[in-house]
């Protein structure tokens, strides 16, 4: 069962990134999105996975990729506290041992909510500390070591929209 997807893009020019709200907040399938500094610049959480507003979001204009992420399963780990830092981590895994990596960082006190997704990414995870540098030890240090874990990308949230 589909809870939701994301949705990650990046862009050429992040200056594009400037005129994407009025388009975003348009959709209804879209519960929030998310300004990230990272190797994606656009982060969207869907509720379902709408094909037609997923065309949308990938034709906006200076978009270069896209890649998609539905969600199977979830775990709320925490609340957003609006004062600390916080980043998506994208992690591909060994498929084999993408339930055991889950396991590993829904434990973490930093996880806000780590997402077992299909595609691209085995799992999605908010993660939030008191500054970037904590949370780039956290990934570089424990979560990127994981037995399973193939390679991560990650994107610090510059500024979100809730719907």
């Given amino acids: ?33 998310d300004a990230v500094d990272g190797y994606f610049g656009l982060a969207v959480r869907f509720k379902g996975h709408p094909e037609a507003d997923l065309k949308k979001v990938r034709s906006l204009d200076g ?18 506290d609006e004062d600390l830092c916080r980043v998506y981590i994208m992690i591909e895994t060994d498929p084999d041992r993408t339930e055991s990596v889950a396991e590993t960082v829904e434990k ?5 909510s780590c997402a077992r997704t299909e595609g691209r990414f085995g799992l999605v995870a908010v993660l939030q500390a008191a500054g970037f540098d904590q949370l780039d030890r956290l990934i570089d240090d424990r979560i990127s070591a994981l037995d399973g874990v193939l390679r991560t990308k990650e994107g610090r949230i510059i500024s979100s929209f809730v719907k």
């Fill in 108 to 112: 973490y006190e930093e996880t806000l």
């Fill in 63 to 80: 978009l270069t990729e896209s890649v998609e992420s539905r969600i199977t399963a979830e775990a709320i780990s925490g609340t957003v």
């Fill in 1 to 33: 069962m589909t809870d939701g997807s994301f949705l990650f893009a990046r862009f050429a020019d992040r200056c594009k990134l400037a005129g994407v709200g009025e388009t975003l907040q348009a959709l209804d399938s879209i519960k929030h999105w």
